[in-house]
């Protein structure tokens, strides 16, 4: 597909539990600006809100996945006078992490399905959603310091996370181009697939990770993200109160009522057969 002017720069489809959500400016590699951002934001919080949805695919246009944020705007960022070049980009950098902490922290399962080049903020943009799978046409780079920058997107947060400190070091230090295969034995990514298959597999996995209760599920990841950063007794403490809300979900009483139903068949039928 090639996108005009006329067409939005985020897609969003819906089939069944899954919905995918595709960066739509091919023609530019499917690189971040302002209008990109301000949809994804509105795509991100439609998905939060709709119950029907329960889990989430990110992936690109064409034959890229992210290139990063738009060089055009960056350049647009540098010509405004000297004095406003640090508070605009200070706003820009509070709208862009907005948008990464609403993909990061979306409550329900969130897979990149990562269709070519995801540099830049484009890798930051796969690095925080839960999984990432990536066609074997992939690749990564985490490119800032090519242009003068550091990692902006929340890569430095999620990639020692994924690889350790020292790994994500030279990683951004270098700048460097990584195939998948190395990105899967680094752990940068979690599976690699055909890239003919690859929004299938997506899909599919997807599909597989909708199934659990939607209130355990947003607990549990909401309590997942955060356990690098709390001891022991903090986790065990957000996790008690969590488990309490668990306890009152229509998802939990069902369960149980369900498995006790089928204790009490599998007696009756015990009996009857003894007699």
Not at 35 to 58: C, G, N
Not at 96 to 120: Q, S, Y
Not at 245 to 265: M, T
């Amino acid at each position: 597909m090639t996108a005009t002017s006329a067409e939005p720069s985020i897609l969003l489809d819906t089939t069944g539990p899954v919905a995918v959500l595709t960066l739509n400016r091919p023609a530019a590699r499917n690189a971040i600006d302002d209008d990109m951002r301000a949809e994804l934001m509105v795509a991100l919080d439609r998905v939060s809100r709709d119950d029907a949805i329960r889990a989430l695919v990110i992936t690109g246009a064409g034959q890229g996945f992210c290139a990063g944020g738009d060089v055009k705007s960056m350049q647009a960022r540098l010509s405004v006078p000297p004095g406003e070049v640090a508070l605009n980009g200070w706003r820009r950098q509070q709208r862009t992490h907005h948008a990464i902490a609403m993909l990061h922290d979306l409550p329900k399962p969130t897979i990149a399905a990562v269709n070519g080049a995801a540099t830049g903020l484009g890798c930051d943009v796969a690095l925080c959603c839960d999984f990432v799978m990536a066609a074997d046409t992939a690749r990564f780079a985490m490119s800032y310091i090519l242009r003068g920058l550091i990692p902006d997107g929340g890569g430095m947060y999620f990639l020692p996370r994924r690889v350790g400190l020292s790994r994500a070091k030279e990683l951004i230090f270098s700048g460097r181009t990584v195939e998948p295969e190395e990105a899967l034995r680094l752990g940068m990514i979690d599976r690699v697939a055909s890239a003919v298959t690859l929004l299938d597999e997506a899909r599919a996995w997807a599909t597989q990770l909708s199934h659990g209760a939607p209130a355990a599920l947003a607990l549990g990841k909401s309590i997942l993200n955060q356990t690098f950063e709390l001891t022991a007794e903090q986790v065990f403490g957000m996790g008690s109160q969590a488990q309490a809300i668990c306890y009152s979900s229509r998802e939990h009483q069902e369960s149980v009522a369900a498995f006790l139903e089928g204790v009490a068949q599998r007696r009756a039928a015990k009996k009857g057969t003894a007699a």
